[in-house]
Structures are given as C-alpha cells and as structure tokens.
C-alpha cells in the first residue's frame, strides 16, 4: 500500500469520523482497503466461526469448567449458565453459518491435550475426529499440542494408528485431520524449518485469505522437556511479520493470525466491553497485538482460557479486532469481515467480533452424540472403576484461591505415596497449578452415584499421567523455590505451588517479587526450615525439571523415579475414603495471605 502522506493523528481522526458517520470502508489508512472516488469498492463478506483451547472436552465439562459467566436480563447478577460439549457447540457452529455464503472455522491451539480421559485414553483421537465432523479448517498448534511430542502431533495431524496402542477398533484406521495445523514458530534445531505449515491460504469468492500460525514462545517453559525435544520456538510478532511479508508478495492481502497466547480482561464476563483501545484487557497479547504488522486484519487468541473480543491499537495505532472464547467449547466466536475484491484486503473498519455462549439447552447434534457413544462404549470399562468418595465439591481449577482444595489433595497423595523409605522418603510434596484440570464433582456424572470417584473422574483431574520423582533440596532451595512462585517467570502471574499437610509458610502481597515470602515463616511440621539441612522433596517430572518457571527444582540432586501422579492420586482416593466416610474437603490453612491477589495459571 502506498504512502498516503497522512499524519497518525490525521489517519486516527478520519477512522473516528468515518465510523461515527457510518463511512466505514473509506478510511485512508494503511493495510486498510481504500475506496476509489464515490464508488464504495466492491466487497465479499466473510465469517469467521472461532475457538480455543477445546482440551478433547467433547462431554460437557464437569463443575464451574462447564459454565461461563454472564449477566442475567433479568436480575442484572452475573450467573454462571452451563455451557460447553461437542454436541451443542456443533448445533451452534451449523446455526451460526446459516444464511453466510462465505464461512471459515479456525482455532487458536489446544484443540487437544490434558483431556479428559475419553478423548485422552485414545491420544485425542476423537477429539481429531470431532473437529473433522465440526467442519474446522485450520488451527495454530498450542503447548498442549506437544504434550506427546511433535512425532506424535505430527500423527494427528497426517493419520495412522499409535505406535504404541496400534488401532483401537480392528479394521478402523485414524484417518488424521482434515484441517490444518499452523507452527510458524516452531522449528527442527536442525533444519530450522517449521515442522508444519506456517501459514494455510484459501480462497473466499475470488479473493486469497491467510492464516498465520504459531503458539506462544515460552512454550518449552509449560511443557515436558522430552515433549519438545529437538525444537525451537520463536517470537511470536517476529514470525508472524515474518510470514505477512511473505504473504503480500505473493499477492496474499487478507491476512489473520491465530495465535495460542492471550489476555487477562478486568470482568469474568463473557460478553464484557473491553473499552477504548483494548484498555480492559492486560497480559502478554497486548503488547504482541501492538507490535504485529498492520497488514494482519484480525487476530484469534487463546491460552489463558478467558473470554473477550475486544480492539487493540496496531503499530499505526489504528484499531483491529482481537478475540478469545474461553475454553473447552463453551463459547465461539464470530468475526464478520468484509474483503475488498480490487485490493484483496480486509476492510479493517468492517470488522466486527462478538462472543457467543454454547447454551446446553441448544438441540444436540446427533453425529456428535454417536462419536461419544462409540468411544463412551471403548472406554467404559476403565473410566467407570469407582476409586473412592468424596462429601462434596473439592474444588481444583474452579477455585480462584491461591490454595485450592484439590491442590492439597493431591499433594497430600503424592507425599502419601512417596514418603517410604523405598519409595523416595519424601518429606514435602509441590503440585504445580496448572496441572489441576477439572475439580471433583459431588454430583454423579453417570450411573456411579452421588459422591463416588471414578477413574475418568481422576484422569480428567490429573491427564498428563507424569512420572513422579523425589529430589533432595537444601532448606535454602526450598526457600528459593517459594520465592520463584512469584519472581523470575512468574512474576507478572504468580504460579502458586500446592504443598502438602504440615509445610506452611506466609505469602505477603503487599510486598513485590521475591520479598512476598516471609522466609522465616517457612516451616516443616511446626520448626523452622534450616537452610543449611537437606529436605526430600517429590513433585511431578514436569515440575521436577525446572518446568512453570521453577529452576531450583531442577537443581536437586539424588533424583529416585517413582510412579506416575494419577496412580498415586488413584491409591490414595481408595486408602482414605469410603462410603461412609468420604474424603473431606480439605481446610486450605497451608498457606497464610496477607493482602488481595488474583489467582493466574
């Protein structure tokens, strides 16, 4: 696009001016189509139909993962509606593409991984499956794409039985994804190519629509080191620019970026305004969004699992749509845009964004309903095994507090389990936030019964099925790795370690970065921690490697291999509760706070 010769400011008062008189489509701004004389240039209409981060949820997710807030007309409270499932998102998709000629369904990453085990007991097979029936077109890989490697990504994506499991069903192959998965950013150390296409071009009516690709650049840091063995990820906004450029000279001008990284907004609301110039919205996609090339008309994001559609100034400071859904299905977004056939760009002021609930209340799809039964009937034998009780909600990523319930829980079953002598002699047990999935559910999701916890219950807990290991660390570590809860890496979105029964300390947050732990509160069964003494300390192989942005971990030594966490997680369910003295839900007194924070993972 030439050089208009317009000044920022002039360029910013013409878009006010032309989108408050309804102009919109005659702006002179670059990477903006421009209309020539009195004639509005001839357009086509395109929608966009997006998600992220689905995890394999195709049964509606149990507890608060299964609901999405909103204002209610009538009371004006936020209400949290039950949403999400396979079923009713594809009844939603089909709907919402009524009456569009011109309709593309993208995603921006984590359409699989920590799934629940339906999904996950068959490496995300048929949540691959699903997206097919879905009518997905293209995605960006996300982190949780590389949880079993980029062979095993590399599977889903061009089909083949699993090397290890074989077929599932005899004389039934996985035929792999009809859609595209994007990773512009991640590439062979060898080679240094991408290890899948950085872009995927279509064309809508005549015109040529790119989509860029790429997960977020500290994916290594979130990710198992042998699950991203042999690849480097770069920056996100260098490769994207880099790829844009490469686009336009090959006479590709409607350009959008599916991004798996994302944004913090200030309202859990689904539908909340993110205000002049994206100002109610923080987090790392902010500052990504104001560096990408204004050639790049919209951008899908994803990651922080939050709900917003909201603008954010480009380089040139003019606004472009930047849009999340949540996650597991239970929103979707649309993005209408409208192309300019003489240009081939995306008029940037037609571009409109708005967030949709997947309401449980929507007719299910059938082909849906037959995918689950299918894999329901394969998995039954295994997901249904009851493993304990509990005598009410314990909560683990439906709680927004620092120390959650399920948290302890976990903790406390791994100590349990590796605290043996020949087990490991654990004397303190870390669980890693994140790594909490779903909570424990009261309520029977099946024929199990209120109260009873079975296995698929446990697995979509705890999905990743780590190996455990137990380290030696000096008490001076231990306070090291406390304080890189909230410095370092985390920072800007403390990642706050669940511990088990008898470590407490006190977590200020009056203070900043690593002075927020009062270091002489750190205490082990009552006596203060001795820096100089060497404690035994178990935690997943994840988080045991330096993982989340925990390095002291990694320099423990005496590492001893012991079983996997949801085998742990299992036995201890079943040595602890019973049906007439269920597990209770754990009194959250680990950990004391002083100050207000919000939880981040």
Wanted: with cysteine; net charge negative.
């Amino acid at each position: 696009m030439p050089n208009t010769g317009l000044s920022g400011r002039y360029r910013r008062a013409t878009y006010a001016v032309a989108a408050a008189a309804g102009l919109l489509g005659t702006v002179l701004v670059p990477g903006v189509a421009q209309a020539h004389g009195h004639h509005q240039p001839k357009v086509v209409d395109l929608q966009l139909l997006a998600i992220n981060d689905f995890h394999g949820n195709l049964e509606p997710p149990a507890g608060s993962s299964g609901t999405i807030k909103e204002i209610d007309p009538v009371t004006k409270q936020t209400v949290s509606t039950p949403a999400g499932g396979i079923e009713y998102l594809a009844t939603a998709l089909r709907q919402a593409r009524k009456g569009h000629d011109n309709s593309l369904t993208v995603a921006a990453g984590d359409i699989v991984g920590a799934s629940p085990l339906m999904s996950g007991l068959f490496h995300d097979e048929p949540t691959v499956e699903a997206m097919n029936k879905l009518g997905l077109d293209v995605t960006s890989v996300g982190n949780h794409e590389f949880d079993e490697g980029a062979k095993e990504l590399l599977r889903l994506q061009n089909g083949g039985c699993h090397p290890t499991d074989g077929c599932y069903t005899k004389g039934r192959k996985f035929k792999g994804a009809d859609f595209e998965y994007l990773a512009a950013n991640v590439t062979d150390e060898k080679t240094g190519k991408p290890i899948l296409d950085p872009y995927w071009v279509t064309k809508v009516d005549g015109v040529k629509v790119g989509f860029i690709g790429v997960t977020l650049e500290g994916t290594p840091n979130i990710v198992t080191a042998e699950g991203v063995k042999g690849l480097k990820f770069g920056n996100e906004v260098t490769t994207i620019n880099k790829y844009a450029a490469e686009l336009k000279r090959k006479g590709v001008d409607s350009i959008v970026a599916l991004i798996h990284e994302g944004g913090y907004p200030a309202s859990p609301v689904y539908d909340f305004d993110c205000g002049a110039g994206g100002s109610g919205v923080s987090g790392p996609i902010v500052d990504i969004a104001k560096k990408i090339d204004p050639a790049v008309g919209a951008i899908v994001t994803g990651h922080t699992h939050n709900a917003y559609a909201c603008s954010i100034p480009d380089p040139n400071g003019v606004p472009r749509s930047v849009t999340s859904a949540a996650s597991f299905g239970r929103l979707y977004t649309e993005i209408d845009l409208k192309l300019d056939k003489r240009s081939g760009e995306i008029i940037r002021p037609s571009v409109t964004a708005a967030n949709h609930v997947v309401r449980q209340s929507l007719p299910k799809a059938e082909d849906m309903t037959k995918l689950i039964a299918y894999y329901n009937k394969l998995a039954a034998p295994i997901a249904n095994r009851p493993l304990g009780f509990i005598g009410a909600d314990i909560n683990g990523r439906g709680s927004l507090d620092f120390e959650k319930p399920l948290g302890d829980v976990i903790a406390d079953a791994q100590l349990a389990g590796l605290a043996p002598k020949d087990k490991g002699g654990a004397q303190i047990a870390f669980m890693n936030p994140g790594g909490i999935r779903s909570d424990l559910v009261y309520k029977a999701s099946g024929a199990e019964g209120d109260g009873v916890v079975t296995y698929g219950e446990a697995f979509t807990v705890q999905p990743f099925t780590n190996m455990m290991q137990v380290k030696t660390l000096t008490g001076a570590q231990l306070v090291q790795l406390l304080q890189q809860q909230v410095s370092g890496l985390n920072e800007a979105s403390p990642k706050i370690l669940q511990n088990s029964a008898g470590f407490s300390y006190t977590l200020d947050l009056t203070k900043a970065g690593a002075a927020r732990i009062v270091v002489d509160s750190v205490k082990l069964n009552g006596a203060p921690i001795d820096p100089a003494a060497s404690y035994r300390v178990a935690a997943n192989e994840f988080l045991a490697g330096g993982g989340d942005g925990f390095p002291a971990f990694a320099a423990g030594t005496d590492k001893l291999v012991g079983v996997s966490d949801l085998d742990l997680f299992a036995a201890y369910l079943g040595a602890n509760s019973k049906a007439g003295a269920p597990l209770p839900v754990p009194a959250q007194d680990r950990i004391k706070i002083i100050g207000n924070g919000q939880d981040q993972d």
